[in-house]
């Protein structure tokens, strides 16, 4: 560079009379400019500087000095590339991870849960919630893949927690306490798809099965294997999907008598094991016209009677409430108790009477459907869901001699009181709704997806019947975890940016079957069955990651 410089200037000095150097003084700031810029020069990778061939233009300098100086600037630039140091990552990941992605999300909420009794008693609940839920996913080699998730609260159905309730910690430690915030892990599973048409998971999985909330709470999140495939023929895409899920796992398997479990008589039992076989299929009808159904039975094996928690007792789903003209009590309770006392014959359930919890004649046909529109300027859905359970019959019949054996041998109400005759049509359950959003929104009420200034109205009609659906799978929401209860559900969603949603809800539910109660077991109001009317009011903040 100094010899570039040195071979320039004293032209430039020496002819001061001539007219042809008299411009080159006026272009002195340039060269100076050029001088200036030379590290500039030196990172650029075009060897065509527009800056020198002005000045070979110009007559400022001559075709080998500007070649001179492009060379230089090309040695510059290699030096400081070598000079760099390597960049290297923080963090040590090890290399058969291929990637990894954080994803979750921080939620906050208003909500209004109220419920009512046959005799008028009410529970209303109004709190302030939160919820929290990140983790880890992403490819590993050969095909595999993984997933992590933490989440608020221990409640299967549930990631909330609820402001200011530290006090029901022991021991109690004062306003703005920590006891009730508690991270327990909501997912962890490996996958491996050996093929694009085949896909294996085993773990604590997102659901893998197309289904909807009528049948699942969408906070489940099932345990063990399942196998998806899909294979696409024309404008058809076939899917199946099938799960070994462990429902309850009952340790130990074999024990002695004397030794603590069960009381005196010991155990001998297997794991209860929740079986599902789904097949289905998508249609492009047109362009923007496509149709999904499916079809999936559940089952379940491994029940036995008088092993916690119950499972494999008699249903009934009655609470402790014995009816109209009965004198105590007066409201009934249900859900997850936490001790029990094995009595041959009383159909209990942890703590409760009137089991709320079995799983007895169930086999279940679920069927999901939807039919997708794409729009001018928006996207609309129309979505359902039926299920029937093909031994309900047997289980209605159960139900009502399991209560008839509770009124006449723990009841204190009057004998003329004598329970209620099976119930054998209350066997079904569906769901139909409609939404509509903006182009590509379409779950924004969920929380599934998420972009600026993208809205989402969605509204369903359910009907869910004492005897149809596993109990322990309902939504714990809409409509409090309940059998035996029909009603409106409406939202509507927003997305302030690309990963902030506001969404607003609203559900009223009441009583099918008077002469029955609401079976089912949730955690937020236990202390009522049959629920008579039940609503919900929530207002959603939700930050995505």
């Not at 236990?526 to 609503?535: C, H, K, L, R, V």
Request: hydrophobic letters at 35%; a negative charge.
């Amino acid at each position: 560079m100094q010899n570039f410089i040195s071979r320039v200037l004293p032209p430039l000095a020496g002819a001061r009379h001539s007219q042809r150097m008299m411009k080159s003084w006026r272009l002195l700031p340039v060269v100076l400019g050029v001088f200036a810029a030379l590290p500039a020069f030196a990172d650029a990778t075009d060897p065509s500087d527009p800056v020198l061939n002005l000045l070979l233009d110009k007559g400022v300098i001559t075709q080998k000095e500007a070649d001179n100086a492009r060379a230089q600037a090309a040695a510059i630039r290699s030096n400081s590339i070598v000079a760099l140091p390597p960049m290297e990552s923080k963090w040590d990941i090890s290399h058969a991870i291929k990637n990894v992605e954080l994803f979750g999300d921080v939620r906050v909420r208003y909500e209004d849960r109220q419920a009512e009794t046959p005799v008028g008693g009410k529970i209303d609940l109004q709190r302030e919630r939160y919820s929290v839920r990140f983790g880890l996913r992403g490819k590993a080699l050969d095909d595999f893949y993984y997933g992590v998730r933490l989440e608020t609260s221990a409640n299967p159905r549930s990631a909330w927690g609820t402001f200011g309730t530290s006090s029901s910690g022991l021991p109690y430690q004062g306003p703005y306490g920590k006891s009730t915030f508690n991270l327990d892990i909501g997912q962890a599973y490996m996958g491996w798809r050996p093929e694009e048409w085949v896909d294996l998971t085993v773990g604590k999985m997102p659901n893998p099965l197309y289904t909807t909330s009528m049948v699942w709470d969408g906070d489940l999140n099932p345990e063990g294997l399942a196998e998806r495939f899909h294979y696409q023929v024309g404008a058809a895409d076939f899917f199946a999907t099938f799960g070994q899920f462990v429902y309850q796992d009952t340790n130990p398997n074999q024990a002695s008598g004397g030794l603590g479990f069960n009381g005196l008589t010991g155990l001998n039992t297997d794991n209860i094991f929740q079986l599902a076989w789904q097949g289905g299929l998508t249609y492009h009808i047109t362009t923007n016209i496509s149709a999904k159904v499916a079809a999936t039975i559940y089952q379940y094996y491994g029940l036995q009677s008088f092993v916690s928690p119950y499972y494999g007792d008699v249903y009934v789903g009655e609470g402790q409430y014995q009816g109209p003209g009965s004198s105590y009590p007066v409201n009934g309770s249900s859900g997850y108790g936490t001790s029990y006392t094995t009595v041959p014959g009383s159909p209990n359930s942890l703590g409760y009477p009137n089991n709320q919890v079995g799983l007895n004649d169930l086999l279940v046909l679920e069927i999901p459907f939807e039919v997708n529109f794409k729009l001018k300027h928006v996207d609309a859905r129309v979505f359902g869901d039926f299920a029937y359970n093909l031994e309900g019959k047997q289980r209605a019949e159960k139900a009502a001699a399991a209560y008839s054996y509770y009124l006449a041998n723990y009841s204190t109400t009057p004998a003329t009181i004598s329970g209620f005759a099976p119930q054998t049509d209350e066997v079904k359950a569906y769901q139909i709704g409609f939404a509509i959003g903006s182009p590509d929104s379409l779950g924004l009420v969920s929380g599934s997806t998420c972009r600026k200034h993208a809205w989402e109205v969605r509204t369903y009609w359910q009907h869910v019947e004492q005897y149809a659906l596993d109990p322990n799978l309902l939504d714990s929401d809409f409509f409090e975890g309940r059998a035996n209860l029909e009603g409106v559900y409406a939202a509507v969603a927003y997305g302030f940016t690309d990963n902030v949603i506001g969404a607003v809800r609203y559900g009223y539910a009441h009583r099918i079957n008077n002469a029955i109660g609401t079976g089912g077991s949730n955690q937020d109001i236990p202390q009522i069955n049959p629920i008579d009317n039940f609503s919900l009011f929530q207002v959603d903040l939700i930050l995505k990651f």
